[in-house]
């Protein structure tokens, strides 16, 4: 007990200390959280057990494009509840086609496969390009062979860190499935170079974000649709985390106006309730699945398909994709204010950024618990890069308001 405890006036702390010492007796420390026990949100605000007030500025890796307890997502989230939950797909139920016919409108597209994680979704776009490869490219048996890029992040699974070039991610976690080569990010020509005649797909985000909101060369994702038209491989975006608005577009392929074959969608999807991803793509594609040959008990699900939906509902007047730009532009501006007072480098589009703090000020870390102190949530990476993703229904006066805290934050470092 502390003094003040003895005294009878409660450390102000006390909560949060209660919650992080049974967090980090009883979970598995696969994460490193801040020192912020979070119990309540609204909009682009999250309330932590102590009361103290934060602007989420990284609204769950973009899972929160639409803030917390969106009006709309929660009314469809509450009415399906009410209703039906999960019927698996043994049967039919009638939220899933109205929810699938308009995310394949919005992707211009004509099916979706419903699966719930992002993972689970880059693991069904692998399946089906290799199914695609065998039964329409003759790609023989256990041949085929998909490039993906350095740098990248697809999510958790065993097969899925096979190729990941991030040794945290990998070490240990062998033996690894086999069919994937990694060629260096943004460059085409390394790309064209690793396809050969059992290339069944190329893998990519459009935008890579875990590795720090890294944005290709200009003409890149035009190169790489080229290429894989030529060659007759399919184009796997990942836009799990770049799509959906956050970069100011419905997906981050339309900076380029690039279509790929395969979208592969998540995180948004969900409207930050509940676990929703899909694989969008055309007939010629996704009709390689037959029934049996995948599949998942939760994916489609009508809770999931009610709230998916009413995603689709707020993406499809446009707003969102404008509010990001526009904001985007704003956000830009004032990062770049900051540029050698602190900041060595800034990439951002639409409301996405990746700052790298100059390491001989503070590190990544330091700078978000600064930054908490000061009511801003925000998450680094790779030791001094700092991540801003902030919900897309911020307002501009929050926005400026973030940035004046990180520029107090970058004026005090070291002190
Ligand atoms: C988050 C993410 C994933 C994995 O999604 P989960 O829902 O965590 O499995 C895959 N790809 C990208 C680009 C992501 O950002």
């Known amino acids: 007990m502390t003094t003040a405890e003895a005294h009878g006036t409660p450390h102000p702390d006390s909560t949060t200390r209660h919650h992080v010492s049974l967090a980090e007796t009883a979970t598995a420390h696969n994460y490193s959280p801040l020192p912020v026990v979070l119990a309540s949100g609204q909009g682009a605000w999250v309330t932590d057990v102590e009361g103290r007030r934060y602007l989420d500025c990284l609204a769950g890796y973009s899972a929160l494009n639409f803030g917390h307890a969106h009006p709309r997502l929660t009314a469809a989230a509450q009415e399906q509840l ?21 995310l394949a409108d919005l992707a211009g597209m004509d099916l979706v496969l419903p699966m719930n994680t992002g993972a689970e979704a880059v693991e069904t776009a692998i399946k089906v390009a290799r199914k695609w490869g065998a039964d329409r490219k003759g790609v023989a048996p256990d041949r085929a062979d998909i490039i993906v890029a350095d740098g990248n992040f697809h999510g958790r699974t065993t097969t899925i860190v096979s190729f990941s070039t991030d040794p945290v991610a990998r070490d240990g976690f062998g033996p690894f499935t086999p069919g994937f080569r990694s060629v260096p990010y943004g460059d085409s020509a390394a790309l064209e170079a690793a396809v050969d005649e059992n290339t069944v797909a190329v893998l990519l985000e459009p935008v890579q974000g875990e590795a720090g909101v890294v944005i290709p060369p200009p003409g890149y994702l035009q190169a790489v649709r080229e290429v894989c038209s030529r060659k007759n491989v ?100 004032r990062l770049e204010d900051l540029t050698g007072r602190g900041v060595v480098a800034v990439r951002s ?28 949530l925000a998450k680094d990476t790779h030791g001094s890069t700092l991540r801003l993703a902030p919900p897309l229904v911020i307002e501009p006066g929050q926005l400026d308001w973030m940035c004046d805290q990180l520029g107090e934050v970058l004026a005090r470092a070291g002190t």
């Open 82 to 102: 009410a209703r039906l939950t999960l019927t698996s797909r043994a049967f039919h139920n009638d939220r899933l086609g109205p929810f699938c016919r308009d």
């Open 349 to 376: 589009r639409g409301l996405w950024a990746g700052i790298d703090l100059d390491p001989a000020l503070t590190t990544g870390r330091q700078a978000c618990l600064r930054l908490l102190d000061r009511g801003v």
């Open 234 to 333: 399919l184009f796997l975006a990942d836009e799990i985390q770049s799509g959906l608005g956050r970069t100011g577009t419905t997906f981050a392929c339309d900076a380029e106006g690039v279509t790929p074959d395969v979208y592969i969608l998540g995180k948004a999807l969900g409207g930050g309730i509940v676990p929703v991803s899909a694989v969008v793509s055309r007939h010629d594609v996704l009709g390689v699945i037959r029934p049996g040959s995948h599949g998942s008990t939760f994916g489609g699900n009508p809770l999931a398909a009610a709230v998916g939906h009413a995603v689709v509902e707020l993406l499809r007047s446009g707003e969102y994709q404008a509010r990001a730009a526009a904001l985007g532009e704003r956000l830009r501006g």
